[in-house]
């Protein structure tokens, strides 16, 4: 039976829907436990936000309470672990199909590798390889000395919303000497889409062009102003730098960091696609 040209467009909407739906992203930095922080303060705010991003088609997230800073004191790492065990057992009651596992954005502070070997604070998906710091936006702080301690005990750095550290702009070459310390630089999802103005917006796509970042990630605190924004995201990197990279930052990298493997440098991943 000969095809019409319409069954030919909707076999070909269905296709593309199917492929969106087989996106499973992993997001490294959230704030989705109830009443820790300045994200949800309820269990039901909680849901909501997880819905949100299992519906943006993530799979896995990493809760990641501030800790230290004007947090100091409240989100220890014993509490995160507890909040994701209690989020995870209401969840599997749900119909919302995420994983959570514990992290933090600590805030930088002379205390870091004396707090994770006391255990008070966490490192993402508490898999002892990577920590997300949290650097003042407005104020600059050269975090080598940090760098190179965390080194020492064989934790990487990731670099929380890279784009809103405004004097990280006019310092390139410390920030290459941070990226030689083996430091990595995760951008806002949301901040590539625009939602933080265009001042961020440019940061942002400045960091994702010039090949220094290799994370995106939602920070999102809720379903309203700070919401995920990780398929829009991909969608956007995609049509400008092409499907292999956006993958490569909002899948493969961010996977790599939960499961403790080494995050892929993008102008490799590009060479290692072309050379196939
Ligand atoms: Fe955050």
Redesign the pocket.
Known sequence: MMRSANDKVVDAQNSRLKKRRRLQFADI?C?CLPGLDDGPATMAESFALCRRLANEGIATVVA?P?QLGRFEGCNEAARVREAVRSLNESLGNSDIQLKVVPGG?VRVDERICELLETDEILTLADGGRYILL?LPHQVFIDIEPLLTELASMGIQSVI??AEKITPLAAQPKVLLRWLEHSAHLQITASSLVGDFGLEVQRAAWHFLTSGRATLVAT?SHDINGRRPQMRAAFEHISARLGKDLAHLVCIENPSRVINGQDILPVSLYNQQEADR
């Open positions: 930095h704030h990641t501030h954005e949290e929380s919303h920070d």
